[in-house]
């Protein structure tokens, strides 16, 4: 009995390769729409599937393929006596090859101005049924979802006449892979669409976008996936220019400063160490704006992953070739600092989209057996309820360094305190498990230079104990949430010392 293939592509490169060699090696080729005029312009000989149904495509193709002709063929055993009986009976033939890609789904609502009929019109009934039922009984049915595998499959044909079970399994595994992740994007546009916050149930899917030489440390195996249609302004979305790959803590230290210089507007840079700032500058130029990120902590940078908010000039670039760095991020780099940047092999150079940057709804992070979900700490300076709590109100340099510091701390590890002037850090207390020790280590990094300074602290002070360390310092401006039962002692410390204290309503822990 002659072979069957049934083919139906949004995506057609290779497809018409793909059905000449079938065609060659004594296949019928099965197919509708598109696809059909697709092969038959170009000397493919196609039945149609209306001439194995009996019954033509309707409601605007909605409706044809799902139809006993066609699933029987598919989902027969052919080593079933009663299903082969039945198979004569109603007069179907097998089906052995299923080539099939879905509606464009994803590059639809990937649109900024789609249309809620446009997106419903490209969800695919009929491809994901016909994909699931070969990936069922793949036991006889070889069944592609994915334009590269045309080659491996016709392959096994020449060579073997058949393809093996093993490569069957595998493409029907990639079957079931392709379609929950289809329907996942599907779910997740109808309950954004219903307005549904918290659903029962929630399905994400990612798509690999590289495997990692190891985890966190070399014993760990790992690999990079990225959210389809993520955030555009993340490092699952930046273009790699130069340098070996990214590593695993590469990548969560690259996140972690892009977050960071996503606070700001004005020329910024930030350095970060094991996922916690360790230099942060701002400037009028880009070139200062680094030079005061270097100055904060010129130790613990080497070694460091850079993100800047604006285009790397020669002038930036010379600073940065001075020491080692992991990694730079920014929008673009001039022609002269990639020549110069690019003379150190390993440095990797990154840019990413600060254009309408689109962001994340959802933050989520896994714990064993389970996944934590919240939406990202956007609030600012500007949304918080800012209040003076103290006597003294804070001077035009004392209120820009507060603002520094309030932008940088909730990007520090909690416990948190963070030292700043107006245009950088000047000292960070990082992961503390008590808040006066994450301010005794900020203020030791920020020595002398803590006099006249700011401090920003991620939640509330429980006891006044933290006022009198950062009063002892020389620090004269304090910026934290407020809410502790005992803010008026800590209140009463910093008019002690003459020092202001503004409360921000707002706690920023980030663990």
């Excluded at 701002?282 to 940078?301: L, R, V």
């Amino acid at each position: 009995m002659t072979k069957r293939a049934l083919i139906s592509v949004s995506d057609k490169s290779g497809v018409l390769e793909f059905a000449q060699t079938l065609e060659r090696f004594g296949y019928e080729i099965l197919s509708t729409g598109g696809t059909m005029k697709h092969l038959a312009e170009n000397g493919v000989k196609v039945t149609a599937v209306d001439e194995v149904t009996k019954f033509p495509e309707i409601m605007e193709g909605r409706v044809k393929t799902l139809n006993p002709m066609i699933h029987g063929g598919l989902l027969a055993k052919r080593d079933d006596a009663n299903h082969i009986a039945q198979m004569e009976e109603h007069g179907i033939q097998g089906i052995d090859i299923v080539c099939v890609n879905l509606y464009p789904f994803k590059q639809t609502i990937a649109k900024p101005d789609v249309q809620v009929e446009d997106a419903i019109e490209n969800i695919d009934i009929g491809g994901p049924a016909m994909l699931r039922a070969s990936a069922k009984n793949h036991q006889y049915v070889t069944v592609i979802v994915d334009a590269a595998d045309y080659d491996e499959v016709l392959a096994q044909l020449q060579t073997e006449g058949e393809t093996t079970l093993e490569l069957r399994r595998r493409l029907a595994a990639k079957v079931f892979r392709h379609t929950a992740a289809y329907d996942a994007l599907i779910s997740n546009y109808m309950t954004e669409l219903a307005g549904e916050e918290f659903p029962e149930q929630v399905t994400q899917t990612y798509e690999l976008k590289q495997p990692l030489r190891y985890g966190e440390n070399p014993h760990q195996k790992a690999a990079f996936y990225s959210r389809p249609l993520g955030s555009n302004f993340s490092i699952a979305y930046a273009d790699q220019l130069h340098g070996k790959e990214l590593s695993y803590n590469n990548i969560q230290d690259a996140n972690a400063a892009i977050q960071i210089v996503k606070e700001f507007d004005m020329p910024a840079a930030v350095a970060v160490k094991h996922m916690n700032p360790c230099g942060v500058g701002t400037g009028e130029t880009i070139a200062d704006a680094f030079q005061k990120a270097y100055e904060a902590d010129p130790t613990s940078i080497f070694g460091g992953i850079i993100a800047l908010n604006r285009e790397v000039d020669l002038a930036t670039a010379e600073q940065l070739s001075e020491i080692f760095l992991e990694i730079v991020i920014a929008p673009s780099f001039t022609k002269e600092a990639f020549d110069l940047l690019t003379k150190k092999k390993n440095i990797r150079l990154l840019t990413i989209s600060f254009d309408s940057p689109t962001e994340d709804k959802w933050n989520t992070v896994s714990v064993e057996g389970g996944l934590l979900m919240q939406s990202p700490d956007t609030y600012g300076f500007e949304e918080a309820e800012i209040s003076v709590a103290t006597d003294r109100q804070p001077t035009e340099e004392e209120w820009e360094a507060l603002k520094l510091g309030w932008a940088v701390v909730k990007h520090v590890k909690s416990n948190a305190i963070v030292v700043t002037d107006e245009n950088m850090t000047l000292g960070v207390g990082a992961g503390q498990m008590n808040r006066v020790g994450a301010a005794k280590i900020a203020l030791e990094q920020a020595g002398e230079r803590a006099k006249g300074a700011a401090l920003a602290s991620d939640a509330f002070f429980p006891m006044p104990d933290t006022i009198e360390e950062a009063a002892k310092a020389g620090i004269t401006a304090v910026i934290q949430p407020g809410g502790s039962v005992r803010d008026a002692d800590s209140i009463e410390k910093a008019n002690e010392y003459g020092m202001t204290m503004v409360f921000t309503g707002v706690r920023h822990f980030k663990h």
